[in-house]
């Protein structure tokens, strides 16, 4: 069964930064693209960030631009957020999500599986 | 591109017929999706593609429209369906959220 893993939330300092992993199992890792997606503490969702089944795009949220960045290993089935000068708004669980479709479909169906997140806080 | 979701929150009995309005800024064809999100769980995917009906979500879910304007229907509310529902725009990146409709219990 398909299983997605968050690990490395935590407590950090404004301007600090974080590392955030996804361990995926369950199915080909290599041949989906992959989200993050956030919830800050009552409030709605937001996507995050994407990266295509082979890593060759990416994307981001304005709001993260230029500080995060996603990554994956899909010889480890492992997805990434690296969290750079974090703020206080970065503050929220982080989800990893698994699209619907091959990546090479080049298709958009929604995201079938989320990890149960990871809490990150940004506080002094 | 932008999405709003209306009402932002209601309040209905078992057995009620819902209906949830998503409006997107500018045209998306049929690019959107529609999540139910429980307190401390993960998001669930129960609509894509506007209308299709993702495996295993039961058939009082339904979705439609195109272009602008989108509607989540749950035919006759069940016990479990009590929960926050967010629409998701597919058509371009940054992809976008609703900001959510809680249907709670009347």
């Known amino acids: 069964q398909v299983q997605l893993v968050e690990s490395g939330g935590g407590v950090v300092q404004p301007g600090g930064s974080l590392r955030l992993s996804c361990a995926a199992s369950?199915?080909?890792?290599?041949?989906?693209?992959m989200h993050w997606v956030r919830q800050a503490p009552g409030k709605g969702l937001e996507w995050v960030a994407f990266?295509?089944?082979?890593?060759?795009?990416?994307y981001y949220a304005d709001s993260v631009k230029g500080r995060f960045t996603i990554s994956r290993d899909n010889s480890k089935n492992t997805l990434y957020l690296q969290m750079n000068s974090l703020r206080a708004e970065d503050t929220a669980v982080y989800y990893c999500?698994?699209?619907?479709?091959?990546?090479?479909?080049?298709?958009?169906?929604?995201?079938?599986?989320w990890g149960q997140g990871t809490l990150v806080t940004v506080s002094s | 591109i932008q999405l709003t979701q209306s009402p932002s929150f209601l309040s209905a009995s078992v057995g009620d017929r819902v209906t949830i309005t998503c409006r997107a800024s500018?045209?998306?064809?049929?690019?959107l999706a529609w999540y139910q999100q429980k307190p401390g769980k993960a998001p669930k995917l129960l609509i894509y593609?506007?209308?299709t009906l993702q495996s295993g979500v039961p058939s009082r879910f339904s979705g439609s429209g195109s272009g602008t304007e989108f509607t989540l229907t749950i035919s006759s509310l069940q016990p479990e369906d009590f929960a926050t529902y967010y629409c998701?725009?597919?058509?371009?990146?940054?992809?976008?959220f609703g900001p959510g409709t809680k249907v709670d219990i009347k």
């Open positions: 999500a698994k699209d619907q479709v091959l990546g090479w479909l080049q298709l958009q169906e929604g995201f079938d599986y």
């Open positions: 369950g199915f080909t890792f290599s041949s989906y693209g």
């Open positions: 990266i295509r089944y082979d890593g060759s795009n990416k």
């Open positions: 500018q045209g998306i064809s049929s690019y």
């Open positions: 593609a506007a209308s």
């Open positions: 998701q725009q597919l058509n371009s990146y940054p992809f976008t």
